[in-house]
């Protein structure tokens, strides 16, 4: 193997060879036969604008950390010499660098005391000023996402150390479990299960039991509505106007043959059950239940504020959602609706349709008051992604 080929194991018997040059991934999936375990090997094809989301969050992402720490301290600065007790000696130095780059958010000071400290300029201030503001937009929001959330759970409740796991991706503040949850007592309450501690819900919404797929093909009806056509057929990128399908972005380079696109129409013309209905009711092995179980990926992954979660975030709700075993092998199936990159220091999941490029395309309330703290230093909304960083 050359320098230019990158292997990784990302689950038992399924191998990807990573070539740099090419644009494309090799999947070797081993199959069981008489002669033993033989490879067969497939494209999965790489999106370097969805890879960069993961480079262009790095930055961002030390600037609302550090922005972080200096609001959580009492008199809103922190001496210099304080910072490696938050971040770690190594990380301390990526902060300096940040501190000492980005001036328009950092101002440093040493004061009376002759002690150096970094407080947020006062451009910075005035928009941190605005966290409560932001925070009443959002609570709404992750109140609803965390009813639908439980509701798509097999016994509508999780664990609460899994949504723990996933609070960032959410936009759940930090202190949620004391902040949030005692203030919605008819959504929500807190058992224990097993000797574990479980968020329950509390009253199901037949309202909230709409997914964002269905949300999405109303919209998508009402703009088609005036258009007469006597035949839908579907077109080469894969995508069908239907009440069962779902939006495809196939990536630069992928062509599929006439025959896979008949393949895909028949699935997409598929129905399928709900992803809200209790999983329990079907049959796992039913072509039906499978496609389910990718409408269920669908919206767990659009109940997130940016569209992705880490593949170990996805592992940990295997037993809520009773998703397949070979999970992996799922989300490779389906690369017109998921990608998968290993760019930063874990694997993640994107909702593809969700990006225009490397840019989310919807962003909520804390999203775009992120954003609002990087433009002040020049970082435009087309180059960077806000990263979740609790306030």
């Known amino acids: 193997m050359n320098g230019k080929t990158m292997f990784l194991r990302l689950n038992r018997g399924i191998h990807v060879f990573n070539h740099k040059e090419s644009g494309f991934l090799w999947v070797l999936l081993r199959h069981k036969s008489s002669g033993g375990m033989r490879p067969k090997r497939k494209i999965y094809y790489r999106v370097d604008e969805l890879d960069k989301v993961m480079e262009l969050q790095k930055k961002p992402s030390l ?31 990526n902060f300096m660098a940040v501190i000492e780059k980005y001036s328009s958010i950092f101002y440093v000071d040493s004061g ?17 000023s605005e966290e409560h503001k932001v925070k009443s937009a959002m609570e709404p929001i992750v109140v609803k996402n965390l009813r639908k959330l439980l509701m798509l759970s097999v016994d509508c409740r999780v664990p609460l150390e899994n949504i723990e796991f ?10 949620f479990k004391t902040s949030l949850i005692p203030e919605y007592p008819e959504f929500f309450s807190v058992k224990e299960v097993d000797g574990k501690a479980h968020l329950h819900l509390e009253n199901w919404d ?6 964002a797929r269905e949300e999405g093909f109303g919209r998508a009806r009402d703009v088609s509505s005036c258009e007469n056509r006597k035949r839908v057929r579907i077109s080469k990128d894969g995508n069908f106007s239907g009440p069962f399908a779902f939006k495809m972005c196939f990536p630069p ?20 059950p709900s992803p809200y209905l209790n999983a329990r009711r079907f049959d796992a092995a039913d072509p039906k239940a499978r496609k389910r179980v990718v409408a269920v990926l669908h919206e767990f992954l659009s109940l997130t504020m940016e569209k992705r979660m880490r593949s170990t975030q996805l592992d940990a709700f295997h037993r809520e959602f009773l998703l397949p075993s070979k999970l992996l092998l799922c989300l490779l199936k389906h690369q017109g609706i998921f990608y998968i990159t290993n760019k930063g220091a874990r694997s993640t999941v ?10 989310l ?3 909520c309330p804390l999203l775009l008051h992120y954003d609002r703290f990087l433009s002040l230093c020049g970082r435009r909304d087309k180059n960077c992604n806000s990263p979740q960083v609790r306030f």
């Not at 996933?166 to 202190?175: F, M, Q, R, V």
């Not at 037949?206 to 997914?211: D, K």
């Open 63 to 93: 600037i609302l950390k550090l922005i972080n720490i200096i609001q959580s301290q009492k008199h809103k600065f922190i001496f210099l010499r304080d910072l490696e007790k938050e971040v770690g000696f190594v990380q301390k130095w």
């Open 112 to 128: 009376s005391c002759r002690r150096p400290y970094v407080r947020l300029t006062n451009k910075a201030e005035k928009i941190a």
């Open 166 to 175: 996933i609070a960032s991706e959410l936009g759940l503040p930090c202190d």
């Open 206 to 211: 037949s309202s909230l039991a709409i997914s």
């Open 253 to 272: 380079g992928f062509r599929p043959n006439m025959s896979y696109l008949e393949h895909l129409e028949r699935w997409q013309k598929m129905d399928f």
């Open 350 to 359: 994107l909702l593809k349709e969700a990006y225009e490029g490397s840019v």
């Open 361 to 363: 395309s919807d962003k």
